[in-house]
């Protein structure tokens, strides 16, 4: 390591010291019930930097559930297929609204304000149904090949606890279609978004898939260019700008990063041109990101100083 880099190892490990020193809030996502039954105190962080090396703490080998945090692999799939036409059918604005949010919707002609809402991403899902033949299979295709792991899959037991009480998003994915947003099953696309929500991954799996923001859209092992750069660039943009819902602008604030949040407790954040971090803990704060994520990340930045402002 040059001279010049953060002691990662020592940081991550001094940063989780002192959040188990602060009492631990929020609740886990228990409308989703087979989340409810988590242990709601774990703690998990996996650094892996653009130069190869990895640094971790806590419970960063136990998988947990990926969320909306898949939410930005969707559209990674739908926007190389239509590029920029497929903002006709969903915009890239900040919503200043909660994620399952359904009130901006008749407003806007059914067109959801940005690709990370639960209703943008039913959106994005109606979309990879009409240009994949089996979009569950190249979002495995797509979570592999990034992070290089295999053994990446969804997880059937937290899809079909979703699919029992997913009474929101059916009401959304109608709504989305009374409107002529949605072209598909309502069934159908709605089952492709909870399978897609349902993937299992750890710290070190969520960190390796995302890698590919942080290196101009190509996989570190291998070299695939996943996303040219510009696309990269722009996938990079909207989950600064959208990727925590109505608590972007504080995520951006505090944090400084293009990230990603899930009801599953994980939060993946990059800096471009040096690292993909992952980092889970299932206490959710009111807006249902992570509570002890956001506050490690915040403190990650402030102490390395490495933000991209
Ligand atoms: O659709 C839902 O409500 C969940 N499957 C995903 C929501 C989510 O992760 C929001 N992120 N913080």
Redesign the pocket.
């Known amino acids: 390591m040059s001279d010049s880099r953060p002691d990662y190892q020592r940081i991550i490990e001094q940063i989780h010291q002192e959040l188990l020193l602060h009492k631990n809030y929020g609740e886990v996502a228990d409308y989703?019930p087979e989340l409810a039954n988590i242990d709601s105190e774990q703690f998990g962080v996996f650094l892996h930097t653009v130069d190869g090396n990895n640094y971790h703490t806590g419970d960063w080998q136990t998988p947990f559930s990926i969320?909306?945090i898949v939410k930005v692999l969707l559209l990674s799939l739908a926007y190389t297929k239509l590029g920029g036409r497929l903002w006709q059918r969903v915009g890239v604005e900040p919503s200043g609204t909660p994620?399952?949010a359904m009130g901006t919707l008749e407003h806007d002609d059914g067109i959801p304000r940005n690709p990370f809402s639960?209703a943008g991403a039913l959106v994005v899902c109606d979309v990879l149904m009409d240009t994949y033949e089996d979009p569950r299979a190249a979002l495995l295709a797509l979570l592999r090949s990034a992070s290089g792991d295999d053994t990446i899959d969804f997880d059937p037991v937290v899809a079909a606890s979703?699919k029992a009480e997913g009474h929101?998003?059916l009401a959304l994915v109608n709504f989305l279609k009374s409107l002529g947003n949605i072209h598909n099953d309502v069934e159908a696309v709605l089952d492709l978004?909870?399978d897609s929500?349902s993937v299992a991954v750890n710290c070190e799996q969520l960190a390796r898939s995302f890698m590919f923001f942080a290196n101009h859209g190509q996989t570190l092992d291998g070299g695939v260019q996943l996303l040219n750069r510009s696309q990269a660039k722009r996938l990079n943009a909207i989950m600064l700008t959208c990727g925590f819902?109505d608590e972007a602008g504080d995520f951006a604030y505090k944090v400084g990063l293009p990230g990603k949040?899930?009801?599953?407790g994980g939060i993946v954040a990059v800096l471009p041109n040096h690292f993909s971090l992952a980092v889970w803990s299932p206490r959710l704060n009111e807006k249902?990101?992570s509570y002890r994520g956001l506050r490690f990340l915040e403190q990650f930045t402030t102490v390395t100083g490495e933000s991209i402002f």
Do not use: A, M, T
């Not at 949040?261 to 599953?264: D, L």
């Open positions: 989703i969320q909306s994620f399952n639960n979703e929101r998003n978004y909870l929500c819902y949040s899930g009801v599953g249902g990101n």
